[in-house]
């Protein structure tokens, strides 16, 4: 007679290594599971809850400066190093692992206008009010050797800004005019005018390697063609755009920081509308930085907080301040878009996490379930209540009441556009689009 | 003339020098300028004179502008304004001398000369490069849109963009380095150099390589689709036909078999009018098929199986139906086939096929069989018979004659086996004599044809009619049965088609059922007929007089049917209207007949809804879902005996049922036309979404998106997974380079960016040598 005995496979129910969970057979008939909604909305609501409680994005200070920062550069090649230039002409280069100085030179006399790397990380350019473009090595000098620049180009004008070509050993500097720089030689191969205001920077675009941008002082942003030598457009705002930056994964596109408060989003294919328009700061923006993913951009403020906005969003996701914090002068989102520096008027560079309250070195459990927390989040987003906790930021009380202020005031202009337009004839009084509001001329 | 006239301007050139040197003495050009208007000079100077007579000193300067057109020193001008100098003019004296040859061609030449147009000012030049720079320029761009466009709608990006290729080299690489050492290493080259196997680069033999060139890509492609389709539809045939193969049913292959045989039927029906040898050949299988039976005796029941089940038949209802398909088969196969004269091929031809394919006793059988017990079946359906036999007394004589004998049959006592034989031979020779029949009197059944198809479906409505009768009443069904049966056998004499039509009583009631379906339109179509039908029939079978009444209930019904729609329908309501509005007509004038009319014709139109009502109806339908429920909380079975059927007691009923407390009233009680809604929950509606978000359109897409879950608790993990993949994966440590065309598959501009600088000079040197200039001014 055959026996039949009650038979299991091990695989289903024995653990590979005593660290594994204990293997839960589910039936996942959703018949049986008619708390589905209300359970993931709870946790949700916790995920949401927790997030905020580990926001705590400031990570280190790195302060030696004895003057405002007023530039920073990242290296192009090892994630850990960073150059700042200072108000008083000095440059420091830091270690980010071991949050410490590793390099001070002092570059130039008065304010150190601009710094870039070489795109092989080799040199880097510094320039400065003394007129002086200098080339610098990236290694130290030897021991007992003399500080001293790779090349020094005395200019005629003050220079305000520099950037490096992103592949070839050319470099653009601005002041009076765009200059294109070719490294061996003293003399610009190539400038490029349009206008006579000074010019206060200039970005090689990083995709479509021979465009670039800068902004003037007459409010306008300038786009230019390297290889045919001429500019290309120019579009006038309200207000005078401090810096742009170039989105590093869509090749049109570029952000200006400008002095009303607000960041503008251009399509350089037309620049007659910005593709959107980002407001949320209380002062002047001085500085922008693009994520490496090309989905977010950082932008500090004179208002002593920094920002960062998604691309495709005109407020803010997150802001950044602390007591000591100044005003901000510069801003630098780092190559593997985890954190976020910012250099301010208080002499120094501070380092943040890009994401609030995200863990750093996970497992993958770990990992697995913050990606099913992030989901959560994102798929209740919408819920009043979830809405409301993952919104709430602490500020202070200067920008909280700048910010109520602002409110009222655009309140007040809006209402008095649209009595404008109620009491008018119909169709003479335009109601013309926040995003159109801005833009006052494209100049071909 | 020409000569005089430049002859003037020469002198007129000489006079502009002198002029040149005293310019506003107007005494001396006055005195110079004698000529042949010099009358009219005198006359304006009086007029002069007089106009500055009256004190103040008006005086004006003449103006001087004709002399000095002409005696401009750039400007040959012709004499009057009006005329132009014309380059031809002045070549004229030259034309006789020979030697200002090569200066008239020069003139020539220089007349065919266009102008040169103004150069633009730099700063148009300059925007239009611009212009053309930045359209370069946006077309560039523009290549990164579908980039763009993909990597904003990407499910996931996974930073850094560039992956490190695994080294894989190709193996005609690897093969190239190596040789072949050991023996077996050798011997296997050996072979593959024997075969024409290539070893090394393009790894094809010659075969291959004849074939490729043969066929292009497309076609391959095609054809490979082409044999992929054959090849399944193959295996959807063979996997059809093998699941047909296992149905165990027997109803079924026999249903599947009479397909057949009809399929086969309307074929070669089709084959005798298109291809009538085709047809003949067709017959003789047919024949041929017969003479095999009728040698083999096969279906004969004189088997091992046969007899067996002779044996089995007595006991098992099975065994019994078996053999007498059997039986059937054998005659079906055994018939022979009569070949029709020409004039009767229409109706004798097509008879005997059908009733070669399907014959009586197929059907009686299986129409017994359905019964509660066919063999007491029998004997009832004779008795009735016998009593149609009575009733009827003008029944055909055959039919009498086949009656009788088949009563005689079944009233000896025999054996049930011979029975059967002793049935499938009486169907024969009733066929045979039908046939005979029907050869002797072929006037008779074209004179039934006339009448033709509209009496068939009379007598079919009416037997139909009957069964449904049976079905309602058990008891008479044995007798309603032997109806069909007689009503059947009678069928035959006057009309063969009719078997075919009857074949079952499963076909009967679908057509019953059809009739039923169609009723009304075809109780029009059979009034008609009636009266055919009714000199016959009435006649023949006083079973079907008692259809009459019942279709005169029918009709009956019908017409309440109507009444009741138009009761219901708004006509008759708003015929209600009018006549009140009548009075009114009277007093008002005939305009007003007309706007009433047209309003009339909107309440007619409007007349179905109520609006009022409806409205009342929701509310208290509301009130009602609004109002708290009475809970039951009885247990059936709980404390006494339960099972099907049984109800708890009234008295557990009431002790175990909560009543619910009478709530709040409503706040729309004393508001007659409004509802409102109480369910609103206000501690609810903070966890509720009031606005629809952005991009969802519609509420049911929301909604959808919330109900379904992503945890792991209600997913599988793999599902889970997918679920939380997160959009932007970026590894830390790693550095993300901006998106480089390469990254897409794009190719990047060769040239550098500086070398593009340099090669175009042009633009640049000048700007450079400017700069230069400035910094060598400074």
Redesign the interface.
């Known amino acids: 007679m055959k026996v039949k005995m009650l038979s299991r496979n091990p695989d289903n129910y024995v653990r590979e290594t005593k660290l594994d969970l204990q293997r839960v057979p ?1 039936n ?1 008939d ?1 018949a049986l ?1 008619p708390f ?2 209300p ?3 709870i ?1 949700a609501l916790n995920a949401t809850k927790l997030e905020r409680v580990f926001a705590k994005p400031f990570l280190a200070s790195l302060d030696g400066h004895r003057d405002g920062v007023n530039c920073l550069a990242k290296h ?2 090892k ?1 850990a190093t960073v150059l700042s230039g200072a108000c008083d002409g000095e440059v420091r280069i830091w270690n980010l692992t071991q949050r410490n100085c590793i390099r001070t030179i002092q570059a130039h006399e008065g304010f150190v206008r601009g710094i870039c790397t070489r795109f092989c990380g080799t040199s880097f350019f510094t320039v400065g009010d003394d007129k002086t473009v200098k080339q610098w090595k990236m290694d130290g000098p030897g021991y007992g050797d003399e500080e001293e620049p790779l090349h020094t180009i005395l200019g ?1 004008t003050v220079y305000t800004g520099i950037d490096h ?6 470099f653009a500097t601005c002041g009076q005019q765009v200059d ?1 720089w ?1 490294e061996q030689r003293t ?5 490029m005018t349009w206008g006579f205001d000074s010019i206060s920077s200039v970005k090689f675009n ?6 670039l941008g800068s902004c003037a002082s007459d409010r306008n942003i300038v ?1 230019y ?9 120019k579009v006038i705002l309200d207000m005078r755009t401090n810096t742009i930056c170039w989105n ?6 570029f952000t200006a920081a400008n002095e009303d408060y607000n960041l503008y989003t251009f399509d ?2 037309a620049l007659d509308t910005p593709v959107m328009v980002h407001m949320d700061h209380v002062s002047a923006v001085l500085d922008v930085d693009y994520s ?4 977010e951009f950082v932008s500090a403020s004179f208002d002593k907080s920094i920002r960062i906005f998604p691309v495709d969003k005109s407020r803010s996701r997150e802001v950044y301040h602390t007591k000591r914090m100044q005003h901000v002068i510069c801003v630098k989102w780092t ?4 954190y976020i520096m910012c250099g301010s008027d208080e002499m120094n560079i501070r380092l943040w996490k890009a994401n609030a309250s995200e863990k ?2 996970l497992t993958s459990r770990e990992k ?1 379930a913050k ?2 927390n ?3 989040k994102e ?2 987003q ?4 979830i809405k409301r906790i993952a919104r709430h930021r602490h500020l202070p009380k200067s920008i909280y009441s700048q910010i109520q202020e602002q409110r009222i005031m655009k309140e007040a202009r809006r209402r008095k556009e649209v009595n404008r337009i109620k009491h008018s004839k119909p169709g003479s009084v335009p109601l013309v689009s926040e995003k159109k509001k801005h833009v006052v001329a494209v100049v ?1 | 003339m020409t000569a005089n006239r430049l002859a003037e301007s020469l002198l007129a050139l000489s006079q502009q020098e002198e002029l040149a040197d005293l310019p506003k003495d107007y005494l001396l050009s006055e005195s110079e300028d004698e000529g042949d208007n010099d009358g009219e000079r005198k006359h304006q100077k009086l007029l002069e004179a007089i106009s500055s007579l009256d004190g103040k000193n008006r005086r004006k300067l003449a103006e001087r502008s004709e002399a000095s057109l002409k005696v401009s020193e750039f400007n040959v001008s012709s004499e009057g304004s009006g005329e132009k100098l014309v380059l031809a003019d002045l070549l004229e004296p030259v034309k006789t001398s020979s030697s200002l040859a090569t200066v008239k061609k020069q003139l020539s030449r220089v007349k065919s000369k266009k102008t040169v147009e103004l150069p633009l000012n730099k700063e148009e030049i ?2 239009i ?3 053309v ?2 359209n ?3 077309q ?3 290549k ?1 849109d579908p980039v ?1 466009l993909k ?1 904003r709608q990407a499910e996931q ?1 996974v ?1 850094p963009l560039e992956k490190e290729e695994p080294a894989i080299a190709p193996i005609e690489h690897v093969l190239s380095g190596w040789k072949a050492r050991t023996p077996l290493e050798q011997e296997i080259f050996n072979l593959l150099h024997k075969n024409k196997q290539p070893v090394t680069d393009p790894l094809l033999t010659p075969v291959e390589k004849a074939s490729l060139r043969a066929m292009s890509l497309e076609e391959a492609k095609m054809r490979r689709a082409e044999l992929q389709r054959a090849r399944a539809l193959q295996s959807y045939y063979e996997a059809k036909a093998r699941r047909e193969k296992k149905i165990k049913s027997k109803k079924y292959h026999k249903v599947v078999k009479k397909g057949k045989a009809k399929k086969a039927l309307k074929e070669f029906e089709q084959l005798r009018k298109v291809n009538p040898a085709a047809a003949l050949e067709e017959l003789e299988k047919i024949e041929k098929a017969r003479m095999m039976e009728r040698m083999s005796l096969k279906h004969q029941n004189s088997g091992k199986w046969a007899k067996s089940k002779a044996i089995m038949a007595k006991y098992d209802l099975e065994a019994r139906q078996a053999m007498q398909e059997q039986l059937s088969k054998n005659k079906e196969l055994t018939q022979k086939l009569q070949v029709a004269s020409e004039s009767e091929e229409e109706e004798g031809g097509t008879e005997d096929v059908e009733e070669l394919l399907v014959p009586d006793v197929v059907n009686e059988v299986q129409m017994n069989a359905d019964g509660p017990n066919p063999w007491m079946l029998r004997s009832c359906t004779s008795d009735t018979k016998e009593a149609a036999t009575q009733e009827d007394p003008e029944q055909l004589p055959e039919l009498e004659a086949h009656g009788v004998s088949e009563s005689e049959g079944e009233e000896r006592p025999v054996a049930e086996e011979e029975i059967l034989l002793r049935e499938f031979e009486e169907r024969r020779s009733l066929r045979k004599r039908s046939e005979l029949s029907q050869d002797a009197e072929p006037a008779g059944s074209q004179e039934t044809k006339d009448s033709g198809s509209q009496e068939v479906l009379s007598e079919l409505r009416v037997l139909s009619q009957k069964l449904k009768e049976n079905h309602q009443s058990r008891k008479q069904k044995a007798s309603s049965e032997g109806t069909i049966p007689q009503v059947q056998r009678e069928e035959p004499a006057p009309e063969e088609e009719e078997p075919l039509l009857l074949q079952r009583p499963e076909r009967v009631q679908t057509l019953e059922e059809l009739e039923e379906l169609g009723k009304e339109e075809c109780f029009q179509n059979k009034e008609l007929p009636r009266p055919v039908l009714e000199g016959q029939q009435s006649e023949r079978t006083p079973n079907n007089r008692p259809d009459a009444p019942k279709e005169k209930k029918k009709k009956e019904q019908m017409i309440d049917l109507q009444n009741l729609l138009t009761t219901q329908s708004p006509s008759v309501k708003s015929l209600a209207v009018p006549t009140i509005e009548e009075l009114l007509s009277l007093v008002s004038s005939q305009e007003d007949e007309e706007e009433r009319n047209h309003r009339q014709m909107i309440k007619e139109a409007f007349a179905g809804d109520d609006v009022i009502r409806d409205f009342l109806k929701e509310k208290r339908e509301a009130v009602e879902a609004s109002k708290p429920k009475d809970v039951d909380l009885t247990l059936p079975g709980w404390g006494e005996w339960g099972g099907v059927g049984l109800k708890p007691s009234a008295k557990k009923r009431r002790r175990f049922l909560i009543k619910a407390p009478e709530g709040p009233p409503r706040k729309d009680k004393n508001l007659p036309n409004v509802i409102i809604n109480e369910k609103r929950n206000i501690h609810a509606a ?5 606005v629809l ?1 952005y991009p969802f359109t519609h509420h049911w897409q ?1 909604e959808r ?3 379904t ?8 993990q793999r599902a ?2 997918k ?4 959009k ?1 994966v ?12 390469e990254d897409v598959g794009y190719r990047s501009s060769s040239r ?3 070398s ?3 090669r ?1 000079p042009k ?2 040197t000048t ?2 040598k400017k ?2 200039k400035k ?1 060598s001014v ?1």
């Open positions: 589910r996942y959703p599971h589905e909604v359970r993931e909305y946790r192009p090649e994630l005629k070509h992103w592949k070839e050993a050319v294109i070719d003399n610009p191969i190539c400038s990083p995709i479509e390697t021979f465009l786009l063609d390297m290889r045919q030598a001429t500019p290309l457009k590093p994964m869509e090749a049109f596109i350089m294919r490496p993913t090309g989905k190559s593997d878009s985890k750093l070195g697995a990606d099913y992030q989901k959560l798929k209740f919408h819920y009043p209540h071909k | 300059e925007r490069h611009r212009e720079a930045f370069k320029t946006a560039v761009l523009s990164w763009v990597n990006l930073f903070a966890h509720q979404v009031r978000p929301f998106t919330i109900q879950p992503i945890g792991s608790t209600w997913n599988t889970f997974q679920l939380t993949t997160p932007v970026t590894k830390p440590g790693h550095i993300i380079n901006p998106i480089k065309a550098s960016d500086l593009v600088i340099q175009n633009r640049i700007r450079h700069q230069l910094c400074d």
